[in-house]
């Protein structure tokens, strides 16, 4: 079953609004209704991105990154740290 990209791009749209109020209500680090926003944009864009590519063959310029990207740039940045630098 297909989703009209329309109405997957009001569910994103609601959920960035969402996690706006959650950020602006913030009650310290780890506040788990600004977390539990933050996973619903990511779910809502990837039915949205979903969606439109089904409907259009096109996507956005935009990618959600899970916490295993954010650990591979760590350990590049780490790798990164480890080289040095031999002047001739």
Do not use: K, W
Not at 12 to 35: F, W
Not at 40 to 66: G, I, K, M, R, S
């Amino acid at each position: 079953m297909s989703i009209d990209p329309r109405v997957a791009l009001q569910s994103l749209t609601t959920a960035l609004e969402e996690h706006l109020i959650a950020a602006s209500n913030r009650r310290g680090d780890g506040d788990p209704s600004v977390e539990a926003a933050f996973f619903a944009v990511a779910d809502a864009f990837e039915v949205y991105e979903d969606a439109l590519y089904e409907a259009y063959n096109e996507v956005t310029p935009l990618q959600v990154f899970d916490d295993e990207d954010e650990e591979d740039e760590e350990s590049v940045a780490d790798d990164d740290e480890d080289l040095e630098i031999v002047e001739e």
